[in-house]
């Protein structure tokens, strides 16, 4: 099986990484292309190059292999934070912005980096009903992550969160709500010890 494997990256040494992410991906594909990513700082940004491609699905499938990255390998992207806040603020593509805010989530958001243009975006799609429920979701949870740090900013939160009370949710969103909610909960509490 190992041999199998290294005989599979091999060749995606010897094609364009572009080449291969042209086409339909599968998890396969995914996983050996974040094998020879691995460790490899070189492939990396290559690869993040093609997240700004013309072509939508090159774009599309280098972001969704990114999100594959395991923990030690993602920390690569942490240089590119900034980088990915500006993309999704201006980002039409629901897929690609979908990708860009998990890859997002995966990061660390420290209070004095915060930028109250990304919050005030992450604030604004949770109750955007125009926008699919996994990124209304996303959202919520980067706008917490981002939040947590200032009691009146949670209180905007939490208000931002009861105004969901008047649509019906899909069930992860309902979930997602609820984990918010309940940090909010403990974050508050926090505050007033």
Not at 74 to 94: A, G, P, Q
Not at 156 to 168: I, P, S, T, W
Not at 176 to 188: D, E
């Amino acid at each position: 099986m190992k041999r199998f494997i290294y005989t599979r990256i091999t060749q995606i040494n010897h094609r364009s990484m572009r080449k291969k992410l042209n086409k339909r991906i599968c998890m396969d594909d995914i996983h050996e292309i974040c094998i020879l990513c691995h460790g490899n700082s070189r492939k990396k940004a290559e690869l993040y190059q093609l997240t700004f491609d013309e072509d939508e699905r090159v774009a599309t499938n280098a972001l969704w292999v990114f999100t594959h990255f395991d923990l030690q390998n993602n920390e690569w992207l942490y240089s590119k934070h900034d980088d990915l806040i500006d993309r999704v603020l201006m980002e039409k593509n629901m897929t690609k912005l979908r990708l860009m805010l998990s890859l997002l989530l995966r990061q660390p958001f420290e209070e004095e980096y915060l930028r109250s243009d990304f919050i005030d975006f992450c604030v604004a799609k949770i109750t955007a009903c125009s926008y699919p429920y996994a990124i209304r979701a996303l959202c919520m949870k980067l706008a917490y992550e981002q939040m947590k740090y200032y009691p009146e900013l949670i209180e905007e939160l939490r208000m931002a969160l009861d105004m969901l009370e008047q649509e019906v949710l899909s069930p992860g969103m309902l979930s997602a709500k609820r984990q918010i909610m309940k940090k909010i909960k403990r974050s508050l509490g926090k505050f007033v010890k």
